[in-house]
């Protein structure tokens, strides 16, 4: 939440504007020049969801990386509710060209492992282990799976949402 609203800051530091109603909770806006009160305000003004949807607003976050906040939320609020989705294991080089690997007994399988965080939409997550800084997750439990998986994305995301706002 912290990096999302140190974002939300330096949106509005660099003169972005932005505004989402929060029904019964009244408007919520992002102007020019924020000060440190509001900052340190946000914490309990906005939840994830309200921040999500700022971002969004102001458009300076791409598609691809909105969709990996909204995994995050996701699993979180799956997690909180005891409903984890199933996952299950990918094959990150799929499809592979030709039938030859078929029979090549030095062929490695990456690890992946793909699942539908939100429920009733279509939305495929998958995440191959070879872009993360992690070792196999095959010993854990696939509540521990997911677990490392949100870890991990999360971190991932801290880490390209702080290069968009430099």
């Known amino acids: ?13 660099a003169g972005h504007e932005a505004s989402i109603s929060r029904g019964s909770r009244g408007d ?16 309990d003004d906005l939840t994830f969801n309200d921040a999500l949807r700022l971002l969004t607003e102001v458009d300076a976050v791409p598609e691809s990386r909105m969709s990996t906040l909204h995994t995050i939320k996701s699993l979180r609020n799956r997690a909180a509710h005891g409903t984890m989705p199933f996952i299950a294991e990918w094959d990150p080089d799929e499809p592979r060209p030709g039938n030859d690997w078929i029979f090549d007994e030095d062929i490695e399988f990456p690890e992946g492992y793909q699942f539908y965080p939100h429920d009733g939409r279509p939305d495929l997550f998958t ?23 949100q870890y991990l994305i999360v971190t991932d995301s801290i880490s390209h949402l702080t290069e968009i706002v430099g």
């Open 28 to 43: 919520f806006t992002i102007s020019p020049n924020m000060d440190q009160r509001q900052f340190f305000a946000l914490n």
């Open 127 to 149: 995440f191959d282990v070879r872009k993360h800084n992690c070792g196999s997750l095959k010993p854990l439990t696939s509540d521990e799976q997911l677990a490392a998986i």
């Open 1 to 13: 939440m912290r990096a999302l609203f140190e974002i939300l800051v330096k949106l509005s530091n």
